[in-house]
């Protein structure tokens, strides 16, 4: 009686949470973005993430057509000292990343606007191959944060721009 009980208090739960809307961090419902070109003068990282999102969702006789389209216009990569130890060593860097962008809907509707993104990490002098990789990590979470955001932004822009 015991187990059952719990078992029907973990379904109870388990409906209400996904009742209510909850998603997980991170988790972009990708309906209605099935026929958004991505366009971009160079490949970078940031154009490869939104191709791979949005790949598997293409529609198999989509047209190539030019609208709806995202457009990266530029993307700009600042790097930054955090913090300093008392040698007058860097300990901390910040990874700062702002994205210039266009969502085209038509000839005469074009949305241009700016995300950023940024993020952290720790130097270590002596781990130089760990460091490395801590900023590629950074820098990796700052792409995926960013590419959310962008997809975020469209789907609102663009239910915005179909009432």
Do not use: H, W
């Amino acid at each position: 009686m015991k187990k059952l009980n719990s078992f029907l208090l973990s379904i109870f739960v388990i409906f209400t949470i996904s009742s209510c809307g909850y998603q997980l961090r991170g988790s972009i419902n990708i309906e209605g973005l099935e026929n958004v070109n991505i366009i971009s003068d160079r490949k970078n990282n940031i154009t490869k993430i939104l191709q791979q999102k949005l790949s598997p969702y293409q529609q198999d006789n989509f047209n190539k057509s030019e609208y709806p389209s995202i457009r990266i216009l530029s993307i700009d990569i600042k790097k930054r000292q955090l913090s300093v130890n008392s040698s007058g060593r860097v300990d901390e860097y910040e990874i700062n990343k702002t994205i210039r962008y266009e969502f085209i809907y038509s000839e005469k509707n074009v949305v241009t606007g700016v995300l950023k993104s940024s993020a952290s990490y720790d130097f270590n002098e002596s781990q130089m191959q760990g460091t490395r990789e801590r900023e590629n990590i950074a820098v990796g979470t700052i792409d995926q944060n960013l590419v959310r955001k962008l997809l975020l932004k469209f789907k609102a822009t663009l239910k915005a721009n179909s009432t």
